[in-house]
């Protein structure tokens, strides 16, 4: 069955600094999409990055890249030089590309706190 | 704003009672997606909708029921409410059936049973 699992409820990191927030996740479709949101204390959901199966490169976008290692099933979330705003709950989640829908699969999340 | 817009922002209701939660998918955009966000069990896949027709349905109780309108927007109805539903309720919608060109959220609706 399908999961992500994230095993960091809680992490710290001071601001300019990079951090790395993980991802695996479980599955048995060889088509399958992975996202990163981000969720503030206001509550709502920020998309911030896609990696899609079959993307040869890791995706990037700005601060955050992904680091994709696909014979590990992980899809770790990187932000490089953090800053005060950074500070959220985040979230991965998992489209299975060959089940027609397009529901996501969440994980737990993990909270990250930015020092300044 | 996200194009997504879920009415009411807020709600608090009593144990037993029903309650309508209303989205309005981002322009263009035919799928409309339905998640409960709570504190003991994450973020949980609801139910989809593609053009008016269910597409796929995750761990919604029998207590809940929904539907997509035709001029796309849905609404989500929850029923004989208790403390354990009270969660965010977040709306969000594709331009696709599977999401391939990705998802705009709203900014939820939470409620509160009492």
């Known amino acids: 069955a399908q999961k992500i699992t994230q095993t960091q409820p809680g992490m710290f990191v001071q601001e300019k600094e990079a951090v790395t927030l993980d991802c695996t996740y479980d599955t048995s479709d060889p088509s399958y999409g992975l996202f990163w949101y981000k969720q503030p204390s206001s509550g709502e959901m920020i998309f911030l990055i896609y990696?899609?199966?079959?993307?040869?490169q890791n995706a990037t976008e700005g601060r955050y890249s992904l680091n994709f290692q696909k014979a590990r099933k992980s899809a770790n979330l990187v932000i490089s030089a953090s800053q005060l705003g950074d500070s959220a709950m985040y979230f991965c989640?998992?489209?299975?590309?060959?089940?027609?829908?397009?529901?996501?699969?969440f994980g737990q999340g993990t909270t990250l706190q930015v020092k300044p | 704003d996200s194009g997504v817009t879920q009415t009411p922002k807020h709600l608090i209701t009593a144990t037993g009672q029903r309650v309508t939660l209303r989205c309005s998918p981002r322009s263009g955009d035919l799928s409309v997606y339905w998640y409960q966000q709570s504190l003991d069990q994450g973020l949980q896949f609801l139910i989809q909708y593609y053009n008016g027709e269910e597409r796929a349905k995750g761990n919604i109780l029998e207590r809940f029921s929904a539907q997509q309108f035709p001029d796309l927007h849905s609404e989500l109805n929850l029923s004989s409410l208790e403390l354990g539903d009270s969660a965010l309720y977040f709306c969000?919608?594709?331009?696709?059936?599977?999401?391939?060109?990705?998802?705009?959220f709203g900014s939820g609706t939470r409620l509160t049973v009492v």
């Open positions: 989640a998992m489209r299975e590309g060959s089940s027609n829908t397009g529901k996501l699969i």
């Open positions: 990696q899609g199966s079959y993307d040869q």
């Open positions: 969000a919608s594709s331009v696709s059936r599977d999401g391939d060109y990705g998802y705009t």
